[in-house]
């Protein structure tokens, strides 16, 4: 469920909206790119990822307003991309060996239901693991879409304790699956944590 602030963001950005469109990108900038950094490990290829993924989102901004989720939307573009420019990349033989365990295991299919159980359940995993109050700012933020203010209101802590605590739960839930998948699993696990 999307906050009123992001419709209406969705729609000025769906009417052509530069400014608006920006804010949606400050948005979820760091979230894609730290998805593409841990696959990748080269900042250069993570920011071009993150970089192609919003041309992509606004060639189709038309349709943005529309949409139930952006955050659900933007899941699925980045994580086609993402997969597409590493298969590209797996091609190269200087970056093939890297690659080659991220795809040994199966063809990658869109809507593999066994692929997204196993990311949810790792998810939840990683998410239980985290301490009190860090898993309340993840969940208050990823699950139910509250911005920080309206956190900071509920749990009556900062906005930058916010920041600081979701910045840790990111990394703890990061550290937690790279541990714990691998392949497929672990870029779907990973754009559903960060996304």
Known sequence: MQSEREVVLLQQVAEGDHDAFRQLFDEYWDNIY???????KSRE????????IFVKIWLVREELAAKDSFRNFLFIVARNHIFS?????S???H????LQDYFNESPFQADHPTLYKESAFLLQE??????????????LSRE???NQEQIALHLQISKSTIKTHMSRALTAIRQYLEG?????????????AFL
């Open 85 to 89: 420019e590493l298969r590209k990349k």
């Open 144 to 146: 139910q879409g509250w």
């Open 180 to 192: 714990h998948a691998k392949g497929l699993l672990l870029v779907v696990s990973l754009l559903k």
């Open 126 to 139: 990683a998410i239980a693991r985290l301490p009190e109050q860090q898993r309340q700012v993840y969940q």
């Open 45 to 52: 290829m993570a920011r071009d990822m993150v970089q192609e």
């Open 34 to 40: 730290g998805v593409a950094f841990t696959l990748t």
């Open 91 to 93: 091609r190269q033989e």
């Open 95 to 98: 970056f093939s060996q890297y």
